[in-house]
């Protein structure tokens, strides 16, 4: 069977059962980039779980397309005392899912519990001396220091989103799911309709009260509904999804693999736009625990393994303007980016100085355990590359192909390989969430922290950077802490860097009002 003809197979086993619900302009019908395994937006860094947060629940601030924070929940906000006292206000019509109203404990207790979870939430709190709630709608805040990215904080884009819940929700340990998913956003999450693995359902909140002012951009300004139901449906296999939307069986698909670009491309009633020009930036992350990795030398000797353009090939094929080489510890074309300590990624490739530095690792051919979440295709690409380098300097790698769902929760083990421990993953974040120190996990030093991200790297002098960072007076310094700070990193290798590339969305031509960023369902329509 060609191709083409197989999609037109699994559009029509795919569209018939749901025919009836593919009428009329009030159901969006969305194929989320992978499955949501997490509905607590505080508890997962996945993108998806920050993207069904954002449907569910509001934040105080919104980001506009140019990365500009805007007020969301909040009606305004003053600064005194030099930047160390910020009162914000609440703006009213402002309710729960549940029906109750919106308060400044809410949020109080909300920012609380994110800021355990959060780089950037983490270091608002710390220069923070008191939080409190002075009546229902304003929320103050008592610094040891300015904090002028107080608004930038509470609007955040990157996971976990800084999303308010009720203070009964709140409340709950962090580090646990909340029971129920509760919040004041401009969709309601039916839970009972929920089939994991395949489906999610959200349904407009009728009580909820856009901004009344300001202009609709990506999260900020009025949040206006067009849609009475969302459905996210989760498609494991690429060619059942390109059947789906040119069908007409499904509205939207976040992230079309590259190599079926050409077949979208062609079909007019399917339009492909890059809404993100920050694109993908792509890693593996490493198990400090774990050797050959406990050792800078076994990290290191990655660097001369891995070619960069080889793993971006893999996954956009051979169009030079769909990605960008060297890549470093910051998003390529931003204002903090650079080359510096980028030399081992250059030039060919030198097998002969990586099986040295293993050595030197006292790498002895143990067994290296690399989890491969497959149905992201980008990170299966990834992991076969990486694979296939690292056997040709003697490592014994161990390709675990698994979901993105049990992944996740495989790479908290920091037990050895027969524990069910690993020594690598491979994964990746939005350009976005690469411009800046604040929020980077992939170049914390802070292994030895309960929130520090999986990988566990440990480095005084990174952190000092980063922290460094958050006081630097002008952007030349700020530039110059960050070349420091990824000379640190490249020595250090928290995470190897692989590339970064771009990521198209796809949409039929019916759908409009789509904005710049990562998908969301306010200001968009069917006509």
């Given at each position: 069977m060609k191709r083409r003809d197989f999609l037109a197979v699994a559009a029509a086993g795919?569209?018939?059962p749901r025919l009836a619900l593919a009428q009329g302009a009030k159901l969006m019908r969305f194929i989320p980039q992978i499955d949501l395994s997490v509905t607590d937006p505080h508890g997962s860094l996945a993108y998806v779980t920050r993207g069904h947060?954002?449907?569910?629940?509001?934040?105080?601030y919104g980001m506009d397309s140019n990365y500009r924070p805007q007020p969301q929940m909040v009606e305004g906000h003053v600064v005194e005392n030099d930047g160390r006292l910020w009162t914000l206000t609440l703006r009213d019509n402002l309710f729960w899912h549940d029906g109750e109203k919106v308060t400044a404990r809410d949020c109080v207790a909300s920012i609380r519990r994110w800021s355990k979870r959060d780089a950037l939430g983490g270091a608002l709190l710390a220069a923070t001396e008191e939080l409190s709630a002075p009546d229902d709608r304003r929320i103050v805040f008592r610094l040891s220091k300015p904090?002028?990215?107080l608004p930038a904080a509470l609007g955040k884009i990157s996971s976990p989103m800084p999303a308010m819940m009720p203070e009964r929700l709140a409340n709950i340990d962090p580090f646990k799911m909340i029971p129920e998913i509760i919040g004041s956003g401009p969709f309601r999450f039916l839970a009972a309709e929920r089939v994991p693995g395949s489906r999610n359902v959200y349904v407009k909140f009728d009580k909820y009260v856009p901004r009344g002012n300001g202009t609709t951009d990506w999260l900020a300004g009025p949040k206006v509904v067009h849609f009475?139901?969302?459905?996210?449906?989760?498609?494991?296999?690429a060619a059942t999804k390109v059947a789906a939307l040119q069908q007409g069986e499904q509205d939207w698909w976040e992230n079309p693999t590259h190599d079926l670009l050409p077949l979208l491309k062609k079909d007019r009633r399917v339009k492909i736009e890059v809404i993100n020009p920050t694109g993908a930036v792509n890693m593996m992350r490493l198990n400090h625990l774990q050797p050959p990795f406990d050792k800078p030398e076994g990290r290191q000797a990655l660097l001369y393994a891995f070619s960069q353009t080889d793993f971006m090939q893999a996954i956009v094929g051979d169009d030079a303007s769909m990605y960008h080489v060297p890549h470093g510890i910051f998003c390529p074309n931003t204002p903090l980016a650079s080359e510096a300590g980028l030399e081992p990624l250059n030039g060919p490739r030198n097998y002969d100085k990586a099986k040295q530095l293993l050595a030197q690792a006292g790498y002895g051919g143990q067994k290296v355990a690399m989890l491969v979440a497959t149905d992201?295709?980008?990170f299966k690409a990834i992991g076969e590359v990486a694979a296939d380098a690292m056997a040709k300097i003697g490592i014994n790698?161990?390709?675990?192909?698994?979901?993105?769902?049990?992944?996740?929760q495989r790479r908290s083990n920091k037990g050895p390989l027969d524990q069910g421990g690993w020594s690598c993953f491979n994964t990746g974040w939005e350009g976005a969430d690469h411009m800046d120190p604040s929020n980077h996990y992939a170049a914390r030093g802070n292994g030895n922290d309960p929130s520090a991200w999986p990988g566990w790297c440990v480095d005084q002098p990174l952190e000092d950077l980063r922290n460094a960072w958050?006081?630097?007076?002008?952007?030349p310094t700020q530039q110059r802490i960050c070349r420091d700070l990824q000379v640190r990193a490249m020595q250090v290798l928290p995470s190897v860097p692989v590339g970064q590339y771009i990521q198209p969305t796809a949409y039929r031509t019916n759908v409009t009002g789509?904005?710049?960023?990562?998908?969301?369902?306010?200001?968009?329509?069917?006509v």
């Open positions: 795919f569209a018939a947060g954002q449907m569910v629940f509001d934040t105080l904090f002028p990215l009475d139901r969302v459905e996210w449906t989760t498609i494991p296999d992201y295709a980008q790698v161990d390709y675990i192909a698994t979901d993105w769902g049990t992944m996740l958050f006081d630097a007076p002008d952007l789509v904005s710049r960023g990562f998908p969301v369902f306010w200001g968009v329509k069917k």
